[in-house]
């Protein structure tokens, strides 16, 4: 549960007020938020107080330091108003709960505050170096160590045998060695290029499976394989960059000309490098309305992505695999999709897209934080991976606040792909790293790759105890059946209950209950479905979306033929 208050931090805190008429009400806060909500000074020493003595006893760890609660106990007693940034105007709540900065000036204004966000130690976030954030296993040398070895041992021998003159030829095989390993360990530019360009082809050659519909009509998440039961999807690795001088989208008090010499220098560099040799460039603004709700629906973009008033690109690989934003969340955003447990391959790949890039533009850092992102949890590396899996099982036990606990504990952050507004979930679930400082993207990639196949085992788990718990799985076939029923039947269906009911049909043709569905038309239908429909479900056109997505799931699951 978050924070009523911020929505960023985990509450930890519950309040109960009594109001004069005696009515209570109660409040879920974060320890920062509690600490500065509390207006008498008794409560708010006792409070602190009790705080102090549990550090001590060593009960429950505390999720930020005694000394940052002791100065936000004196920041309430004191009734401070709430810090501002002078550049943008963004306050400390607006910063927490969006988890953004408005503008560079922001780090400044509220650099003890992220710190806090953080949670990391001060001392290890000083010797961050965004350089050093990709430290991942080195590959094994092309050299022979072994024939290295060997070749001193003789040279050792030799000279100790006053063999002088076999001393002095294994002396210069060693020599030649030496300089075979040199050039090894430091490749020409030449050979570093053909090495990454060979990278890049694989990526984007990577086949799909052969879904029996368009390539182009699937959403970027749908599974390279198809195994049963299909529970991890695929990795996901978000590579985030801003340049140095530039303002952060959306450019607020900036010209037009900033953001369009933003997006010219990036795409001509994009367009140059072998990542995006075969990539298709889209400018959205200039789509057509239908076009731009199916970028959204494939979740190539956000919904605000669309309608900027400056320029904004979007590139794609003809695989989908590979995708990049101009001038979105911040000026530069790629996302990498491979196989599930493979994260560290698209890291790999994006830490020399980013060295290529370095060498022709000035990217935004800080000393202490690294890399620049808006976003607070990109700080430091600018890169979040993460995995998305199928979990229905489990989301029909309601489990979800629960793993999402449980994930906090583990720096890991668990959220639904799409939206949570109707009542059961459409079983599609993002774990990914919570912060992108403190830990080495190597560590990071095992973290999450450790969590999805815990979240694996606890949804095959599920599975079990529906099929052989006769309680369990009856309350199991009922869902499927009703699921089953209002596709063949119902005439309105809204779109996140539509997810809803894909995500049914695809849990009971993997438990046998269904016959075999057609995979490819089930992914399709979940990228068919609009993202953010109309909230006023009263609407003219959110009813003929509901009859249309009706129409749909009756079509291609329900046996009907006519869907005029």
């Not at 086949?207 to 699937?218: G, H, K, M």
């Not at 919904?303 to 001038?327: K, Q, T």
Request: proline share 5%; net charge neutral; glycine share 4%.
């Amino acid at each position: 549960m978050l924070c009523e208050k911020c929505h960023s931090r985990p509450a930890c805190v519950h309040i109960r007020a009594y109001g004069p008429d005696g009515q209570s009400q109660d409040h879920n806060l974060c320890l920062q938020c509690a600490m500065t909500s509390m207006t008498d000074q008794a409560d708010l020493s006792r409070f602190l107080q009790i705080l102090e003595e549990n550090a001590k006893d060593g009960g429950a760890k505390l999720p930020i330091s005694m000394e940052e609660l002791k100065r936000l106990a004196d920041m309430a007693r004191r009734n401070e108003p709430e810090k501002r940034c002078p550049e943008c105007g963004r306050t400390l709540s607006q910063l927490l709960k969006s988890q953004s900065l408005g503008c560079l000036k922001c780090l400044e204004a509220f650099r003890e505050d992220i710190r806090g966000f953080l949670r990391e130690p001060l001392a290890a976030q000083r010797r961050h170096k965004a350089a050093s954030t990709g430290l991942l296993h080195p590959t094994e040398p092309s050299y022979d160590q072994a024939r290295l070895t060997e070749l001193r041992e003789d040279l050792a021998r030799a000279v100790q045998a006053e063999q002088y003159e076999k001393a002095a030829m294994l002396q210069e095989q060693i020599h030649a060695l030496g300089q075979d390993i040199a050039a090894t360990l430091q490749p020409s530019e030449d050979t570093a290029f053909q090495t990454y360009k060979q990278l890049c082809d694989e990526f984007r050659n990577r086949p799909r499976a052969d879904y029996a519909v368009n390539d182009a009509e699937l959403p970027v998440w749908a599974p390279t394989h198809l195994t049963s039961p299909t529970i991890r999807l695929a990795s996901i690795v978000r590579y985030n960059r801003n340049l140095k001088d530039y303002p952060l989208p959306p450019y607020q008090g900036a010209t037009l000309t900033d953001a369009t010499d933003v997006a010219d220098r990036l795409l001509k560099i994009l367009q140059q490098d072998p990542l995006f040799a075969d990539a298709t460039v889209i400018q959205p603004g200039q789509c057509r309305e239908a076009e731009q709700q199916q970028l959204v629906s494939r979740r190539y973009v956000a919904p605000s992505f669309l309608n900027r008033p400056y320029p904004v690109y979007l590139l794609h690989s003809a695989n989908r695999r590979i995708i990049a934003r101009i001038n979105g969340e911040d000026h530069l955003q790629v996302e990498l999709w491979s196989e599930p447990g493979e994260a560290y391959r698209s890291v790999q790949l994006l830490l020399q897209f980013d060295a290529r890039l370095r060498r022709q533009v000035t990217l935004a850092t800080d000393a202490e934080f690294g890399v620049l992102t808006r976003k607070l949890p990109s700080l430091g590396s600018g890169m979040v991976i993460g995995e998305l899996l199928h979990l229905p099982a489990m989301a029909l036990e309601s489990r979800q606040d629960t793993v999402a606990n449980a994930c906090h504990e583990l720096h890991l952050f668990f959220k639904s792909f799409y939206s949570q507004n109707f009542p059961q979930s459409a079983g599609l679930y993002f774990i990914r790293t919570e912060f992108a400082m403190g830990e080495t993207l190597n560590r990071r990639c095992r973290m999450v790759a450790r969590g999805a196949a815990t979240l694996e085992r606890h949804e095959l788990a599920a599975r079990s105890a529906r099929h052989d718990v006769p309680d369990l799985r009856l309350f199991l076939l009922d869902r499927l059946g009703r699921a089953a029923g209002t596709i063949k039947g119902a005439r309105f269906v809204e779109p996140e209950e539509a997810r809803y009911l894909l995500s049914m049909l695809w849990l009971g043709a993997e438990m046998g209950v269904f016959p075999e569905v057609n995979w490819g038309l089930l992914f399709r239908d979940y990228a068919r479905l609009p993202v953010h429909p109309t909230e006023d479900k009263q609407d003219r056109h959110s009813q003929q979306l509901a009859s249309i997505t009706a129409r749909m799931l009756r079509h291609d699951f329900g046996h009907e033929e006519d869907l005029e």
